[in-house]
């Protein structure tokens, strides 16, 4: 398997990729560890890494991995003293009213389920809208808190899932014919979807580098399918 992921930055402490979609980070019971971000960063990097965190198979945008399990400590308490912070852009169902607020609803786990439960822990998510179109809303998220599946529970809570998610919403993806007036297929051959995943991408992460001693921002860019399906909102979805 020669495939590789796109590396951010990198140093002795950690490395941020870009995370494309379809990886899942770790394994899972039906996929192998070769098939994972962690398993391909060990091939690249030829070591040993652990990743700070998980995100679903179908998101993409910026991952820290480490490189030692005392930088993986480091990593993870930054995150849970609020020093670093993670920034969504997310495409989600419907028109979003309020041009900001917070979500404040408990999550409770249990196994592989999640849902907002009085007896769950503390859940905040923060979101502000950045486009409006007739039938979605571009917004960036900012969890607070990091529990599963918090930002599509969030989400959902407010009536408005992501555009695409299987789980709290639609699993039909997004085509052009769906909100382009008098769309024609060409030539009787079936249309293509515009975006078919997640519509949820982390754009943006904020870390303190143990390495340089301050506080280092990252970005990464949307992926070409959401970069896609915006730029034919922004012509015939207004």
Request: aromatic share 6%; glycine share 6%; charged share 25%.
């Amino acid at each position: 398997m020669n495939q590789e992921v796109k590396i951010l930055y990198q140093d002795t402490n950690i490395v941020i990729v870009n995370k494309p979609a379809g990886l899942l980070v770790i394994p899972d019971q039906h996929t192998n560890e070769k098939e994972t971000i962690v398993g391909i960063l060990e091939r690249q990097l030829n070591q040993k890494v652990w990743a700070v965190h998980k995100t679903d198979k179908d998101v993409t945008g910026i991952l820290v991995i480490a490189k030692s399990l005392q930088s993986h400590r480091n990593i993870r308490m930054q995150f849970e003293n609020l020093q670093a912070c993670r920034k969504y852009i997310a495409l989600v169902s419907g028109v979003l009213e309020e041009d900001e607020g917070t979500v404040n609803k408990p999550i409770l786990v249990s196994g592989k389920a999640a849902s907002i439960d009085i007896t769950g822990k503390e859940s905040v998510t923060n979101f502000k809208v950045l486009e409006r179109f007739k039938s979605y809303t571009l917004i960036q998220v900012c969890p607070v808190t990091r529990r599963k599946h918090q930002i599509r529970i969030h989400l959902w809570s407010l009536g408005h899932p992501l555009a695409i998610d299987n789980k709290y919403g639609t699993s039909e993806p997004i085509f052009l014919s769906s909100f382009k007036r008098k769309y024609k297929i060409k030539n009787g051959e079936a249309e293509k979807p515009l975006i078919t995943r997640l519509t949820i991408h982390i754009a943006f992460l904020t870390l303190i580098l143990t390495e340089r001693g301050n506080e280092q921002n990252f970005t990464a860019p949307l992926p070409k399918d959401f970069e896609i399906t915006l730029k034919q909102l922004r012509k015939y979805g207004k």
